[in-house]
């Protein structure tokens, strides 16, 4: 096995995900156990409900990681887990599991940011992919991170380092993902439940607004939000449904519509915006990465934009966008190759930021 062999842990918020990751790229094993039918019932994630999870799976995902692997103790090198940003509750059930595991294996561990690891995703490789099976990222580039808590384009002209170009100054793509699912009547999490219905749409004539913010690269979801509840209502209205019973519900093909409308709107102002930022830094490669970046319209209208600009779209497999250890491996191999080490003193994060303007 090429060196690093990394044991990465992640669990900042509604998944449990261990990974083995060898030389910063390759996945090993990478096992995640979601909890997604877990919070389906209340809409959202309840996070006592999470840190419990996390508690009850952290052990059986271990051994189901070390099982796809075939490796001991005796060829890791070193143990990352992620420290910030997320739930503190589901945060600290990996951050202790990680000590633990470092003390009694005399191994070091390594401090991972977990957006760092959405970024990172974009260089794993798959079991039997080779590194010339898939382009890996040129500096300079611009990462779009597109998660469910955050939302930022940033440049990076090395490894490790960020310089922020542009954040949601409201809800991160993914909340509103989220949100309209829910209006919408189509459960949890929204963001492929709104995919699936958009790709039935057969009439695209509902615009949702764009927020532009003026040249910046800020993002804004929430005033689109308020044109979903708006524009759902006057949908209601239209199909003669009374508004005060919730269980009278929009037909299917509107539904489609309006799912189809509103992922237009975040795809239009994200790649728009993404493929801006490139140009102006002059960016040699783009990354997307988050659970959004599984989000198909979105890949594809970027590949578009990327293709226009004669550089490559690195995008993770959708398993690989949404959270998972494989990511915080990568991100985690770089920084121990950079000789960070974290102490058993190591406390959860919950606000921690990546980059800065
Ligand atoms: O990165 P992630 O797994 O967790 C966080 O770090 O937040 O992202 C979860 C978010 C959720 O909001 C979910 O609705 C969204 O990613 N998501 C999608 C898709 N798959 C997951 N959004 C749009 N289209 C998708 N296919
Ligand atoms: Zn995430």
Same mark, same amino acid.
């Given at each position: 096995?090429s060196?690093?062999l990394v044991?990465a842990?992640e669990?900042?918020?509604?998944?449990?995900g261990i990974a083995l990751v060898e030389g910063g790229r390759r996945i090993v094993s990478n096992v995640v156990?979601?909890?997604?039918?877990?919070?389906?019932?209340?809409?959202?994630?309840?996070?006592?409900?999470?840190?419990?999870?996390?508690?009850?799976?952290?052990?059986?995902?271990?051994?189901?990681?070390?099982?796809?692997?075939?490796?001991?103790?005796?060829?890791?090198?070193?143990?990352a887990?992620?420290?910030?940003?997320?739930?503190?509750?589901?945060?600290?059930?990996?951050?202790?599991?990680?000590?633990?595991?470092?003390?009694?294996?005399?191994?070091?561990?390594?401090?991972v940011?977990?957006?760092e690891g959405h970024v990172y995703a974009a260089w794993l490789l798959d079991p039997g992919q080779e590194p010339?099976d898939c382009p890996e990222p040129?500096?300079?580039?611009?990462a779009?991170?597109?998660?469910?808590?955050?939302?930022?384009?940033?440049?990076?002209? /090395?490894?490790? +380092?960020?310089? @922020?170009?542009?954040? =949601? $100054?409201?809800?991160? %793509?993914?909340?509103?993902? &989220?949100? #309209?699912?829910?209006?919408?009547?189509?459960?949890?999490?929204?963001?492929?439940?709104?995919?699936?219905?958009?790709?039935?749409?057969?009439?695209?004539?509902?615009?949702?607004?764009?927020?532009?913010?003026?040249?910046?690269?800020?993002?804004?979801?929430?005033?689109?939000?308020?044109?979903?509840?708006?524009?759902?209502?006057?949908?209601?209205?239209?199909?003669?449904?009374?508004? /005060?019973?919730? +269980?009278?519900? @929009?037909?299917?093909? =509107? $539904?489609?519509?309006? %799912?189809?409308?509103?992922? &237009?709107? #975040?795809?239009?102002?994200?790649?728009?915006?993404?493929?801006?930022?490139?140009?102006?830094?002059?960016?040699?490669?783009?990354v997307l990465g988050g659970?959004?970046a599984a989000?198909?319209?979105?890949?594809?209208?970027?590949?578009?934009?990327?293709?226009?600009?004669?550089?490559?779209?690195i995008v993770p497999r959708p398993a690989l966008c949404t959270d998972n250890g494989a990511m915080i491996g990568a991100a985690g191999a770089c920084?121990?190759?950079?000789?960070?080490?974290?102490?058993?003193?190591?406390?959860?994060?919950?606000?921690?930021?990546?980059?800065?303007?």
């Open positions: 096995m060196r690093p044991l842990i669990s900042s918020c509604d998944e449990t156990a979601s909890q997604v039918a877990l919070h389906a019932p209340s809409g959202g994630i309840v996070p006592e409900v999470a840190a419990r999870a996390h508690l009850r799976w952290i052990v059986p995902v271990l051994d189901e990681a070390w099982k796809d692997a075939g490796a001991t103790w005796g060829d890791i090198d070193a143990i887990v992620t420290y910030g940003p997320g739930l503190a509750g589901s945060l600290l059930v990996g951050i202790n599991f990680a000590k633990a595991l470092a003390w009694v294996h005399d191994r070091p561990l390594v401090a940011n977990h957006l010339g040129v500096f300079p580039l611009v779009l991170v597109v998660s469910g808590g955050h939302t930022f384009i940033a440049e990076m002209r /090395d490894h490790l +380092t960020y310089r @922020l170009l542009g954040t =949601t $100054v409201d809800d991160a %793509a993914g909340e509103a993902f &989220d949100k #309209v699912g829910r209006l919408l009547g189509l459960g949890y999490p929204g963001g492929p439940a709104i995919q699936r219905a958009a790709e039935n749409a057969t009439r695209y004539d509902v615009t949702f607004p764009r927020a532009w913010m003026g040249d910046s690269y800020d993002l804004s979801f929430s005033g689109l939000k308020t044109a979903a509840r708006r524009i759902e209502a006057d949908a209601r209205q239209a199909e003669g449904l009374p508004s /005060d019973d919730p +269980t009278a519900t @929009l037909s299917d093909s =509107t $539904v489609a519509e309006l %799912a189809w409308g509103f992922q &237009d709107s #975040v795809v239009d102002v994200l790649a728009t915006k993404t493929a801006r930022a490139a140009r102006a830094v002059g960016a040699r490669s783009i659970g959004v989000n198909a319209a979105l890949r594809a209208r970027l590949a578009g934009e990327a293709a226009d600009l004669g550089v490559p779209l920084r121990y190759g950079a000789g960070e080490r974290a102490r058993l003193d190591l406390d959860a994060r919950p606000s921690l930021p990546l980059a800065t303007r």
